[in-house]
Each structure stands twice: as structure tokens, then as C-alpha cells.
């Protein structure tokens, strides 16, 4: 189904280009050479109606719709296991919340996110994942009296949460919470994700809903839409007819989320496996949400998202993605990764 999923978007994306590419140079010829198209008696219809390419556009295209039906044939029954695929009450323990906070260069703001979390009812512990700050960022974690493990140059993202995660599963704590350290995530919504996981086994937050947000914040009108668009790719992927997907997502990038243990024990050979080296070996991946999610729905979590608050960030973007063009490498990035994984 990967095969055909990835060579559907191909194609798709290959007939757009064609298609505009097709009408365009076809208005062009018809607007400067309208008049003799006037005394010829040919319309800009008839001109299109009769032409060869249109009929290999068309022909292209019908291939592509018998592919596109194929493929929802076969995805009548993907993921609709009564055991693994539906509504399921856990047995509910009391949440002892494992908070991995990674960080790299927050002096402004450390000290108040560790607070906002230490605040918080049922967090057991808070790991702060420092990647060879410069600043005083150790400095004040350690002062909070969390603990802080310390790398000696900056590793990336993906490397912090993945220790984080082994870390978690070392521990006594039952459900992990993956944050981050610019002020952007507010420790208030642990009190509506941690109820979802007496039915699912990882609620990711979405940063989409206008209202939860504050106004200003780094997720301007081009990140919404392509959050938006690649996490409908996702969708698409593991699409099935039954219920419209396994997963309903709007917000690729948003990497805050609360996942149970026992859930995370299922996939923990993921962490170590050759798509989570790759990840970690390029400090400037942004891929880390992307991975846990989609390795979450490969491997049977169920994974539900729900809106959180989305405030400012404080400080400076540490991945650069607040330049246009760094952002459209990593959306370009989101989107090979998705359609190759």
C-alpha cells in the first residue's frame, strides 16, 4: 500500500503541473493570437476540445482515477480490528507524569517552563535534556532541582526526545509528556490530554484552533497551512473507508504530546531502529513529531489529537524555520518523508 500511496501523490502532483501548464499555454496563444482565431471561426473550446494533448491529459487522468479506486477497494478494511482499532477502556491508574523538556540555549524562559510543569497535579518527574547550551540554561535547570543530563554539543531535537523517551521507560512513571522549552506550550492543558488516554495511547496537541492561540506567534498564515496540508497527507496515508482514517490530524509539527507507557513499550524498537538513527544523526531534522507519529499508527496506537493553547515563542528560533526559505526545506523535507516512510 506504501507503493501505491506514494506513486497516487506522485502522479497527482504530476498531472496539476500538466494540467496548468496545459491551460496556461493555451490562454496564451488564444489571447495574443485572438483575432486570428476571430476570422478562423475556431473557439478557445474548440481549440482545446480538439487537441491531441488534451486527450493524453485525459487519458493520464483516467488512469489515475482507476488507481485512486483501487486503492480505496483496498482500503475498505485497513485498521478495523474490534481489538486494536476501536473504542477501548484502559484500566484507569493514577497518572504519574514523566515531563522531558529538551533545551538549548533558554535562559529567559528554563526556570518558567519547569514551573509551569512542577505546577502541574501528578507530574512524578521532569527531565530537562540540555543540547551543550552556552548560556546559563544547566545552570538554572539544576537550580529548579530537576534533573538535567547534560550533552556536550548540540545533537538536535530528535536525539533530546529520544533519550528522553528511553529515559521514561527506565523510570516508575506511567505517562510521558514531550514539551518544549520556548514558552509556546502551556503545562495548563495536561488537565484535558491526560483523560483521553483512558481510550486512546497518545494524544498529540494540535496548535490550529484561532481562538486558543495568541496573537503573534510564529505560526503565521503560511506554517497553518502547510502544518495543515501535510498532516492531511499523513491522513491520507493510512486512510480507510470504514471511518474516514485511523487518525485525524490537522497539525504535522506540533510535537507536544502525552503518550502512555505501555503504549510506548510497543514501539520502543522503533527508537533504535535505522529511520530513528537517520533522524538523530541530522541535528537540523524537524522530523521527530512526524516519526512518532507515524510510527505510532504503523505499529496500532491509537492516537487522538485535541486543540491546545499556542502562545509566543521567547527567545529565538533554535531550527531557523522562522526564515521563509528554511521553512519550505522543512515542509519539502515533511513532505518526502511522508510519502517514503
Known amino acids: ?29 488564444w489571447v495574443t493570437n485572438g483575432l486570428d482565431y476571430i476570422i478562423e471561426g475556431d473557439t478557445f473550446i474548440e481549440i482545446i476540445y480538439y487537441s491531441i494533448y488534451l486527450k493524453w491529459l485525459g487519458l493520464m487522468d483516467l488512469i489515475w482515477v482507476s488507481l485512486l479506486i483501487i486503492s480505496l477497494i483496498k482500503r475498505k478494511h485497513y485498521k478495523t480490528d474490534s481489538n486494536l ?13 514523566y515531563v522531558i523538556i529538551p533545551t538549548f540555549n533558554e535562559e529567559q524562559i528554563v526556570k518558567s517552563v519547569i514551573n509551569d510543569y512542577s505546577n502541574q497535579k501528578n507530574i512524578h518527574e521532569i527531565i530537562v535534556i540540555d543540547n551543550g547550551s552556552s548560556d546559563k540554561t544547566v545552570k538554572i535547570a539544576e537550580s529548579c532541582g530537576v534533573r538535567v543530563i547534560k550533552k556536550e554539543s548540540n545533537k538536535g531535537l530528535a536525539d ?18 514531550i514539551t518544549e522549552c520556548d514558552g509556546t506550550f502551556s503545562g495548563d492543558d495536561l488537565e484535558k490530554m491526560i483523560p483521553y488516554l483512558d481510550n486512546c495511547d497518545m494524544v498529540i496537541g494540535t496548535r490550529q484552533v484561532q481562538v486558543l492561540t495568541e496573537k503573534g506567534n510564529q505560526n503565521s498564515m503560511f506554517y497553518v497551512w502547510w502544518n495543515y496540508i501535510l498532516a492531511k497527507l499523513i491522513q491520507m496515508k493510512y486512510f480507510s473507508l470504514t471511518n474516514l482514517g485511523i487518525v485525524e490530524l490537522t497539525d504535522v509539527g506540533c510535537l507536544y504530546r502525552c503518550i502512555r507507557k505501555d503504549a510506548l513499550e510497543k514501539i520502543k524498537f522503533e527508537l533504535l531502529g535505522k529511520d530513528a538513527k537517520k533522524i538523530r544523526n541530522n541535528p537540523n531534522s524537524g522530523l521527530i513529531a512526524n516519526f512518532l507519529t507515524m510510527i505510532g499508527i504503523e505499529n496500532n496506537l491509537k492516537i487522538v489529537e485535541i486543540p491546545i493553547t499556542f502562545k509566543k515563542r521567547i527567545g529565538a528560533s533554535k531550527t531557523g524555520v522562522n526564515k521563509k526559505s528554511k521553512a519550505i526545506r522543512y515542509g519539502l523535507q515533511f513532505f518526502w518523508y511522508i510519502l517514503i516512510k
Open 1 to 29: 500500500m506504501g507503493i501505491l500511496f506514494t506513486l497516487l501523490i506522485t502522479l497527482f502532483i504530476f498531472l496539476m503541473i500538466i494540467h496548468v501548464i496545459f491551460l496556461g499555454v493555451n490562454v496564451f496563444f
Open 85 to 97: 482499532h476501536y473504542l477501548e477502556k484502559n484500566s484507569r491508574r493514577e497518572p504519574k507524569i
Open 160 to 177: 533530546s526526545v529520544i533519550i528522553g523517551l528511553n529515559e521514561f521507560l527506565k523510570s516508575d512513571s506511567n505517562i510521558v509528556t
